[in-house]
């Protein structure tokens, strides 16, 4: 019998991978020893090694269940199913880099004056230099793709961080960036951060409206931003937000 810590180092992940696993309800708690330790077995391990094999290949935790309980020529077809949405992933990723080489090519692309104030902003809140370029990137591709629209975002998005909450969240988010997802501080910044979305929604009305206007252009700049904050820990915040976000 193995303890969690053997556990995960033969299913090659972290303690708190497998006890977020146990969370999700992606993997069953075995009962506990006499001593309150848990216990592993083989079919532990081997379950253990299927979904890490699943998630790092790209399917979401959502879909794990269904694709572990499924056999045959339904199992086939959920991976062929979530086969195709990394296919069109990757579609949509090679013409963001392909919109961002041409922005790196173009001698007229340089920054606008209101973005690099943008830029200025965020560095003073100390954002790692790998954050700042995420930013600039997404800010430059939405340029791009929203020429009109994106001096008015870029002026809000100046005015929000006067926001003294605003800024502490932006902080917390970042921060917890690189933590593991059942790190409890994402609960705490997602809900501190649902709550101030949920008092500041008239200030997004404007955005929405013109956001949907071009749903081929914002679907590269959110599929670009999701590629780029993909840790787990992003991700996992994520559905938490929009969780909080549904309650309400």
Known sequence: MLTISELARHAGVSVR????YH????LAEPARTTLGHRSYGAESLMALRRITALARAGVPLARIPDVLSATGAQR???LDEVSQQLRDKERQLA???EA???MRSDEEDELSPELSALLGELAELGLPSEQLTTEQEMWRLTCVLFPDASP???TQQRDLLRDDEYRTIYREVVAVADAEPDDPRIDKVARRSAAWTLAHLD???????????DPQAADLVEEHTRIRYST????????????ELKEN
Request: hydrophobic residues 40%; proline residues 2%.
């Open 17 to 20: 991978t497998v006890r977020h």
């Open 23 to 26: 969370q999700l309800g992606l």
């Open 76 to 78: 086939s077809a959920l």
């Open 95 to 97: 013409r963001t880099r």
């Open 100 to 102: 961002l080489e041409r």
């Open 152 to 154: 008015r975002w870029i």
């Open 203 to 213: 200030d997004f009305l404007g955005w929405t409206d013109e956001w949907a206007s």
């Open 232 to 243: 787990p820990a992003q991700r996992h915040l994520q559905r938490l937000v929009q969780e």
